[in-house]
Each structure stands twice: as structure tokens, then as C-alpha cells.
């Protein structure tokens, strides 16, 4: 998977807020709220690129096994 950009979005205190409460009724985190609701709003519009990678999965990212010795 392509690493994920990062980006500076700068937002009204109060929609801030709000979106962090809404990603804590859904369990997500307030970044990946925001990226549910850009990709939701993508698609409705119709413009969600088809090479557009799946959402990030969700919890912690997988334990890499250790290296192996031979």
C-alpha cells in the first residue's frame, strides 16, 4: 500500500468538535472520521477515483513477525 499523505487542514473549533464527537460514537478516530466523511462525499458526487486505495483498516497496525535468522 502507497504511504498516506499528510496534510494540514486547519478547521472552526466548533466543526472540530463535532466531528470528534461523531468519531467517538462510531469508534473511529477524529482523522479517520474526517477521512470516512471526505471518501462518502466523494462517491455521492461521483467522484471517487477508482484507484483510490480501501479505507484504512481500523486499530492498531499489524505486528511485523521478526526477522528471520538463518
Do not use: Y
Request: charged share 30%; glycine share 8%.
Amino acid at each position: 500500500m502507497a504511504e498516506r499523505k499528510k496534510v494540514l487542514l486547519r478547521l472552526d473549533p466548533a466543526v472540530h468538535d463535532a466531528i470528534a464527537r461523531w468519531a467517538a460514537d462510531e469508534l473511529r478516530s477524529t482523522n479517520a472520521q474526517i477521512e470516512f466523511l471526505l471518501r462518502r462525499a466523494l462517491a455521492e458526487a461521483g467522484r471517487l477515483p477508482g484507484s483510490a486505495g480501501p479505507p484504512a483498516r481500523r486499530g492498531r497496525p499489524p505486528k511485523e513477525p521478526p526477522p528471520e535468522t538463518g
